[in-house]
């Protein structure tokens, strides 16, 4: 079985500051794992995945996530927020036969 | 630039009314998935399809909606007879297979009255 938890459902920090979103997954499988990022009335958009290469894993925009077995978790992070970053934050995990989505974390970026 | 279309980007209907939701995959891709998404039950699959055959369309309700592919190039979102709670965004992605990364379309915003 498979699920995906999203720890907070608002993260809310200040432009130039650290940016940290937190995810926990568990699977039966060795699972692909992903972020995507949704801007206001927009599609969803790939930030990054992990399929078992390496365990730090670099997305678009400045963002990257640590793979961490032991811990079960992908969090996402990014050294400095900026404006744009305002959207909300889906992990995702993945098997062969089911996706599932967290619940999402929408992030508030204040000047 | 391969992107996932879908039409009609907003839609405004009365209840009762049939309402078509169209989507183009991206040319390629063998897995195509539907999505709704509201602000109390979030991003809730509906039906995804691959290589145009349905596969799981549990998260559908089965009285009023149904999901076809046509061709390769088509998948379609029917609902019939529409009504106000079926005001949604609608998303359709699409991929090379079901573990993979996913494309979406930029959203059919429904509003049934």
């Known amino acids: 079985a498979q699920s995906v938890t999203q720890l907070d459902s608002h993260v809310s920090v200040s432009e130039g500051t650290p940016v940290l979103l937190r995810c926990n997954y568990s699977s039966s499988y060795s699972p692909s794992l992903f972020w995507y990022v949704q801007h206001p009335n927009k599609g969803l958009q790939l930030l990054l995945k992990y399929t078992s290469a390496a365990t730090l894993v670099k997305g678009i925009n400045g963002f990257e996530a640590e793979f961490k077995k032991s811990e079960t978790s992908f969090h996402l992070t990014k050294p400095s927020a900026h404006m744009s970053d305002a959207a909300e934050y889906f992990c995702?995990?993945?098997?062969?036969?089911?996706?599932?989505f967290g619940a999402g974390t929408r992030l508030f970026v204040k000047a | 630039d391969a992107r996932v279309t879908q039409t009609p980007r907003h839609k405004v209907t009365e209840m009762g009314q049939e309402v078509t939701m169209r989507c183009q995959p991206i040319?390629?891709?063998?897995?195509v998935f539907w999505y709704r998404q509201t602000m109390m039950q979030g991003l809730e699959l509906l039906a995804y399809f691959r290589n145009r055959a349905p596969l799981d369309d549990s998260g559908m309700p089965k009285d009023r909606f149904s999901a076809e592919m046509p061709d390769a190039t088509l998948a379609t979102l029917k609902i019939q007879p529409s009504e106000p709670r079926d005001s949604a965004v609608y998303f359709c992605a699409s991929g090379l297979n079901m573990a993979g990364e996913l494309f979406f379309g930029e959203g059919s915003r429904l509003t049934v009255l």
């Open positions: 995702v995990v993945s098997a062969p036969g089911k996706t599932i």
């Open positions: 040319l390629g891709h063998n897995t």
